[in-house]
């Protein structure tokens, strides 16, 4: 009977101890992409903080940008990744939010660049953008943050539209298997460099990426909209990619709502901040990060109250 009670009293001792922590969540994309392995990275930093502040942290793969922020705006995620121009666009009340902007928006942080690339098969006979007519070309699965950008990309287009495209809408984890067994031609993927899909899709098949630089839809929307801007994909990233790759792209951002509590909002930011260094060796895309890179891509004045406490004490606002 002892070692019952004592069992009792033991469970009843583990059970309040969990329930002391506060669990979050935050919404990344595929498990291919850079946003899996960005809120892992967030989460595992937390996570060893979690006696401290008494926060741990969990990640979950979701449908992308889009997804992130119509699930944070429900309450059904404390926070998400998302490209800045969706931010932008789900605070205006654009895009995908025409006529419904979210106006309880709140960012944490920017993270990585991220470059809206078209890869393709070598042997599809695509040498340039304009070349896309007829091809099978996924453009992201709907509801994505990658969607919405090639929308705005072809909406932007005289010369070719997305009805001039076989059009496919897998999720970006789905494209170099369809790329290698020929059910697609390209995929355009909004995403941080390098990443495991593109180097999956090289090494399945042969690939090329091709140029945005020259397609005057891009040029103009670099010039008009303050979220995006030119970045180049180095020769020899990708296997049998031996030419540099001009594109132009957005970054991701960490976000959340008015909702969540100010005390919770400023562990996180402290914790990367604190510990910097060790979050730039988790991804080969944060390589080249500076503190001051994870204020650059968003309105300060919709920056969350807790973030802002964080980046004052270390001297970056």
């Keep these: 009977m002892k070692k019952f009670l004592a069992g009792m009293v033991s469970a009843a001792v583990l059970a309040t101890s969990a329930l002391a922590y506060q669990y979050i969540t935050i919404g990344t994309g595929g498990v ?33 940008s889009v997804y992130n922020i119509n699930a944070i705006k429900k309450g059904e ?6 490209q800045s121009d969706v931010v932008y666009q789900a605070y205006n009340g654009e895009g995908k939010f025409k006529g419904k902007p979210f106006k309880g928006e709140r960012v944490v942080m920017s993270i990585h660049p991220e470059l809206l690339t078209l890869v393709v098969r070598k042997d599809s006979g695509i040498k340039n953008f304009f070349d896309l007519k007829g091809h099978r070309i996924n453009i992201g699965n ?45 995929y355009f ?41 030119w970045g180049v994909i180095p020769a020899g990233m990708y296997k049998g990619v031996n030419h540099d790759t001009k594109t132009y792209g957005v970054k991701a951002i960490l976000v959340t709502s008015d909702k969540m509590d100010n005390k919770t ?11 910097f260094d060790k979050f ?38």
Excluded: W
Aim: with cysteine; aromatic share 6%.
């Design 32 to 64: 291919t992409g850079v946003y899996y392995p960005t809120g892992g990275a967030i989460c595992r930093i937390m996570n060893k903080m979690k006696k401290t502040t008494g926060v741990k942290c969990t990640v979950e793969s979701t449908g992308g």
């Design 77 to 82: 995620l404390d926070f998400g990744i998302a």
């Design 142 to 186: 709907p509801g994505s943050g990658n969607e919405a950008a090639v929308k705005t990309l072809f909406g932007a287009c005289k010369k070719i539209n997305l009805k001039d495209l076989k059009v496919e809408q897998l999720k970006a984890a789905e494209c170099p298997n369809a790329l290698k067994d020929k059910k697609i031609d390209g």
């Design 189 to 229: 993927y909004m995403v941080g460099h390098p990443t495991a899909n593109i180097k999956d899709a090289a090494n399945s098949t042969e690939i090329d990426l091709i140029s945005l630089g020259n397609v005057p839809a891009a040029q103009k929307l670099v010039a008009e909209k303050p979220y995006y801007a």
């Design 265 to 275: 909002v400023y562990y996180l930011t402290k914790a990367i901040l604190d510990n």
């Design 280 to 317: 730039k060796k988790m991804h080969p895309a944060y390589k080249n990060l500076t503190k001051k890179d994870l204020l650059k891509g968003f309105d300060h004045k919709i920056m969350h109250p807790g973030a802002v406490k964080a980046f004052k004490e270390a001297g970056l606002l």
